[in-house]
């Protein structure tokens, strides 16, 4: 009977309008959950007549059912957090995240990425799944292939030794001429400095290099340590490990040469080395000679002085960039390329698999991952020290609470509608 029919209608509209009501209180429970994308409930008719009838033009309708639940990815927007390890995406794609979630091991994709360092130095995010990326080798070359952020694995930059100098400085043209005396050096020399060197052992001495006036516009240098510092030397004892002469000419640029070497024999350490000082680009070798090393009137003085040595360190922290570049500080002032977080893009990302936890899995309906580096292959890029927020738009979604509120009201109408003619019918045998 059609009166029945009706009351089947109206209960399959109550069902599809309260599934349609957790959509919206599930949307405005995330309002705040990080990286959360608002999911819009999809209506579609009954028919209580098979497809032949409808073809023969007798179709009826049984009321409406919820089809499905749509995933809008459309972008969230920014909100700063100031920790390094604090991500965002910009554009497309999903953080790629691998571990046990809700009794599943397997590999699973968020734009949540608030992630942090877990005790064995290890990315993850607040599931503890552990970040997937392209860690690099020691010699800071990322790998080809997708492995865990084991940042915290380079706990150690080994040391290195001294090898180079750079000396950026000006020597008075004007100063006296005074012969230097190796065992009395400060007092026989025109202008000196001091910069510290690392043998390949980590450890670190003071190297003092003085500069002498000579004349003819020419100036010597002398690079001395303590001979205590020396294979059998004496402690107390200046020892001259490398020494030169820095040609000028009249206008007090520097002719010859653009760089001279000291070589040096710590005790306890590889023999032999040298350390190559670099004066500056000598006209001679096709330079300006006004980048370095200069001999104008004036005060001597020192302007840059920098080496590429330096002890053991120990890893301080870790930092990601918009490029998502990890990178590691040292104890000892190093920084460190470690590794390149990546980034997974699909081609029907609406199909992925929603698990809870601010995670998705992939499924035949969003195809497999594209994984690769953010920025490219259409991923979008990452912005660090923020996290995307949610986009629900809550006056839409109070919008569709009252659509759907009237709209499982107009149900409960009809079925009370039917009911009473139902009841009419009934009274006519009394």
């Not at 000196?192 to 004349?215: E, I, P």
């Not at 002032?333 to 980034?343: D, E, K, N, S």
């Not at 923020?386 to 986009?391: T, V």
Request: charge should be negative.
């Amino acid at each position: 009977m059609a009166l029945s029919t009706s009351m089947f209608s109206a209960a399959n509209g109550l069902q599809a309008h309260s599934e349609a009501m957790n959509t919206v209180s599930d949307n405005i429970a995330n309002i705040s959950t990080t990286g959360f994308k608002q999911n819009q409930a999809r209506f579609s008719d009954v028919l209580m007549t098979t497809v032949a009838d409808a073809a023969a033009g007798r179709s009826q309708g049984q009321g409406a059912s919820l089809s499905g639940i749509q995933t809008n990815f459309t972008q969230g927007s920014m909100q700063p957090t100031g920790r390094s390890t604090d991500l965002a995406l910009q554009g497309n794609g999903f953080f790629v995240v691998k571990g046990s979630f809700a009794g599943t091991d397997g590999q699973f994709f968020t734009r949540d990425g608030g992630f942090h360092l877990d005790a064995n130095g290890t990315l993850v995010n607040s599931s503890g799944l552990v970040v997937q990326g392209y860690m690099a080798d020691k010699q800071g070359v990322p790998q080809s292939q997708v492995s865990d952020m084991q940042v915290g694995g380079v706990s150690l930059v080994p040391p290195h030794a001294t090898s180079k100098a750079t000396i950026r400085a000006n020597l008075d043209a004007s100063a006296p001429i005074v012969p230097f005396d190796l065992t009395k050096p400060a007092s026989t020399s025109t202008f000196g400095t001091s910069l510290t060197v690392y043998d390949s052992r980590g450890a670190s001495y003071d190297c003092d290099l003085y500069f002498c006036n000579v004349g003819g516009n020419a100036y010597t240098w002398h690079a001395v340590v303590d001979e205590g510092s020396q294979t059998a030397g004496t402690a107390g004892v200046n020892f001259e490990a490398g020494t030169g002469t820095l040609q000028f000419d009249t206008e007090g640029f520097l002719v010859s040469p653009s760089t001279g070497t000291a070589t040096f024999n710590f005790a306890g350490a590889d023999p032999a080395q040298d350390i190559e000082f670099t004066f500056g680009d000598a006209t001679v070798d096709g330079g300006t000679g006004r980048d370095g090393v200069t001999s104008y009137q004036g005060k001597s003085n020192i302007t840059y002085l920098e080496q590429d040595g330096y002890a053991e360190g120990a890893l301080l922290g870790v930092s990601v960039d918009d490029s998502g570049a990890v990178s590691g500080s040292f104890t000892n002032g190093m920084q460190r390329f470690l590794g390149t977080v990546c980034v997974a893009n699909f081609v029907n990302q609406e199909g992925l698999g929603r698990v809870g936890g601010s995670l998705y899995i992939a499924n035949g309906g969003s195809g497999l991952p594209a994984i690769g580096p953010p920025g490219v292959g259409g991923r979008g890029n990452i912005i660090s020290g923020s996290l995307e927020q949610s986009n629900v738009n809550l006056s839409q979604e109070f919008v569709n609470l009252l659509t759907y509120q009237r709209g499982f009201e107009a149900n409960t109408r009809s079925i009370k509608a039917s009911d009473q003619m139902l009841q009419e019918l009934v009274n006519l045998t009394r």
